[in-house]
Every structure is written in structure tokens, then in C-alpha cells.
């Protein structure tokens, strides 16, 4: 009499890198990445692991790490070196360390159908890595709102609703929410000028800014946010729908390409 084994499961939770920020504390350097996103990872059912600034020859073996990749927002910008222009405003805060890895990263994490979800900076840095480029100071741009928070108010404040955004049919976020339209937060004052060719508006804001965009030829889950989804994101149904679909994303990856643990 033969017995049959139950089909392993593979139980490893999917693995999200999280590429931390540079940032001087006194007189040293340090890797930081905040712990919003962080949480968020968790929330999405995945296990974050937060990567220092790394080489790009080390790109590779840290995507055979992963499962997914979360792309953080950040006090600090682009460098605007990386689509030809100088520096708008010096004052401005710049991490030409996280730009060095992250801007390669990108398009080999979409080459290889690992699920990449990007917000804020990562929207802006993902958008210049495919060949886009940003406006240095959005409030300055005629027809566009001035789309930065309050400075000095509560952070409750300058993380609460700013506007609302139009959804565009067809796209991953009307897959993911079912919606055509809902409101966000806005704390950026750089945003998308030029969209990257391969690249697909996924919303807009009220002024034309886009809110949000993917890359329909790539294999994996993608979409790239300007808004923080991640902000109290247990508590928003919007941002809930999202991290789902990306913690979905990364166990389907996972189990695609690793071999099942018992």
C-alpha cells in the first residue's frame, strides 16, 4: 500500500529589498531607511531587508536575494546631473550615493519580472533611470499646483488629504482598486516633466501633474506612486488594495522562482 506525501509548501516569506537613504547623524555617515516603509513591507505579508548604499556589481546578487523591491521616498533629490541639467536649488538636499545603485537597479529589477513598487522619490528616481526627466521646483511650472507640505504644520497635516486623482482606464491601479478616481496626500516638490518612453501614465492630478505611472512591458508587478501610500497605511483602504497586491505579487515570484521548503 503506497502512501502519498502532501505537496510541500513553501512557508519562506517573500524577501523586499528596501534601499536605505545616506544621511549625516553628527559626524558620521549612516544608512537609514524610515520606518514607514519598513511597516509597510510587513503589512504587505513580506520580510523587508533594508540594503545600504551598494555597488553595481553587487546589483545582481542582491536581486537573487529578492522577491521584490520597495522604493522609498526621501528628504532628498535626484541629481539633476543624471537627465542634463544643473542644480535648481542648491539649499536642497541630494543623495548622489543611493542615486549611484538605485538608478541601475531599476531597470535590472524590471528586466528580471521582480515585482518593484515605488513611491515618491522612487517614482522620480525610477522615472530618470528609464530615460525621463523631472521639474526641479513643480511649484514654479505654470498650470502646475504647488505640491509640497505645509511647512511646519503637524505631520498629521502635511500627511493629510492634498487632492484628488483621476485614474486611467486599463492600468494596473484601476486592476488593483476598481476605481476611477480617489484622494492622496502630497509632500514632493519635484515631480515628472518628462515621462520615460517605455512608460504608461497610470493618474494624473487635477493639474496634469502625473500622480502615478508603469512599465507595461515588463513581466513582474510594477507601479510607481508620487503620493505615500505607506502614510498610517493599515488604516487606508486605498493603501491596503496596493500593498496586498504587491505582497501577492512577491509570493507569486517567490514561489516561481524558488524551489518549495518544507
Not at 506525501?5 to 513553501?10: D, K, L
Not at 528609464?130 to 513643480?138: E, I, M, N, P, T
Not at 493603501?239 to 514561489?255: E, I, M, T, V
Request: charged share 20%.
Amino acid at each position: 500500500m503506497s502512501h502519498q506525501h502532501p505537496p510541500t509548501v513553501n512557508r519562506r516569506q517573500p524577501v523586499v529589498l528596501v534601499p536605505a537613504c545616506n544621511k549625516m547623524i553628527g559626524h558620521h555617515p549612516f544608512h537609514v531607511a524610515g520606518k514607514k516603509y519598513v511597516d509597510a513591507v510587513r503589512l504587505a505579508r513580506c520580510l523587508p531587508l533594508v540594503v545600504p548604499t551598494a555597488t553595481v556589481s553587487e546589483i545582481d546578487e542582491l536581486l537573487a536575494l529578492a522577491d521584490g523591491v520597495l522604493l522609498t521616498g526621501s528628504v532628498s533629490n535626484v541629481h539633476p546631473g543624471h537627465f542634463g541639467e544643473e542644480v535648481y536649488d542648491p539649499s536642497l538636499p541630494l543623495d548622489p550615493g543611493r542615486d549611484a545603485w538605485t538608478l541601475p537597479l531599476i531597470p535590472a529589477a524590471l528586466d528580471r519580472g521582480i515585482p518593484l513598487f515605488a513611491i515618491c522619490r522612487g517614482l522620480q528616481e525610477a522615472n530618470v533611470a528609464l530615460g525621463g526627466s523631472l521639474h526641479q521646483a513643480v511649484q514654479e511650472v505654470p498650470e502646475r499646483r504647488d505640491h509640497r507640505a505645509k511647512p511646519g504644520a503637524d505631520v498629521h497635516v502635511q500627511y493629510g488629504i492634498a487632492h484628488p486623482i483621476t485614474v486611467e482606464p486599463g492600468g494596473v491601479l484601476q486592476q488593483v482598486l476598481g476605481l476611477t478616481q480617489f484622494d492622496v496626500n502630497s509632500l514632493h516638490g519635484q515631480g515628472v516633466n518628462r515621462l520615460a518612453p517605455a512608460l504608461r501614465v497610470e493618474a494624473t492630478a487635477p493639474d496634469g501633474m502625473i500622480e502615478a505611472f508603469s512599465h507595461p512591458e515588463a513581466s513582474g508587478f510594477n507601479l510607481f506612486v508620487q503620493w505615500h501610500p505607506e502614510w498610517r497605511a493599515a488604516e487606508n483602504p486605498v493603501s491596503l488594495k496596493l500593498f496586498q497586491a504587491f505582497g501577492d505579487a512577491c509570493r507569486q515570484y517567490r514561489d516561481r522562482h524558488s524551489g518549495p521548503l518544507t
